[in-house]
Structure formats: C-alpha cells, structure tokens
C-alpha cells in the first residue's frame, strides 16, 4: 500500500491560481501512475488529470489549459497547478495512485468572491 496526503487547497478568488501538491510513502513512487481526482457534495467522484510514470498527462475537458499536473519522483510528490479557477472548481481533491488504488485524504478548494 502507498499512503497519500495532499496540500495546498484553500480558499482563492474567481481567476486566481494554487497549486495542491501529494506527498507519497514508500520507495516505488517512480514507477506509479498518479491522478486528480474531485468531489462535489451530492456527486460523484470525477477525474480531473492524471500522470504516468514516463511523464504523459492527461486531463478532463473542464480542465485542459488551465490545470498542469507535474511529478517530482525525487520528493515522491505529485502536484496539480490549478490557474484561473471558476467557482465551479469548488470541490473536495483527492490524489490517487493506480497501482494499489490508494486514495489521499482529500484537501478542499473553494473558489469564491
């Protein structure tokens, strides 16, 4: 099992940008597929954007060109650079790893004026 805990949400303004970041235990991290996903009271979970071990990203269409997720295998950390952010965003986000499906706690972002 790997064990996950994000960071960095909070509350930003209309347009404004954080960056979460997901520190992974154990020493395979390198080799894991990591994922964004996110989570609105009263929906499903959805997928926001992922990352392979070779670097190759993917992400959902509400996110494309405003959100980079990146990996630093040398800090066992995954990150979800989030810019202009719309109150639509406002979700629970939780990292995942693919492998033992393992899920972090979860931090919360809030968009809101």
């Known amino acids: 099992q790997v064990q996950l805990a994000e960071s960095g949400g909070g509350l930003v303004q209309p347009g404004g940008s954080l960056r979460l970041s997901c520190a992974a235990s154990?020493?395979?991290?390198?080799?894991?597929?990591m994922g964004w996903h996110r989570q609105v009271p009263g929906k499903q979970r959805e997928f926001v954007a992922s990352?392979?071990?070779?670097?190759?990203?993917t992400y959902a269409g509400s996110v494309k060109g405003r959100f980079t997720i990146s990996r630093d295998n040398a800090k066992n950390t995954v990150y979800l650079q989030m810019n202009s952010l719309k109150p639509e965003d406002t979700a629970v986000y939780y990292c995942?790893?693919?492998?033992?499906?393992?899920w972090g706690q979860g931090t919360q972002v809030t968009v809101s004026s």
């Open positions: 995942k790893e693919a492998h033992f499906g393992s």
């Open positions: 990352i392979t071990s070779g670097g190759t990203s």
């Open positions: 154990g020493t395979i991290f390198s080799l894991l597929r």
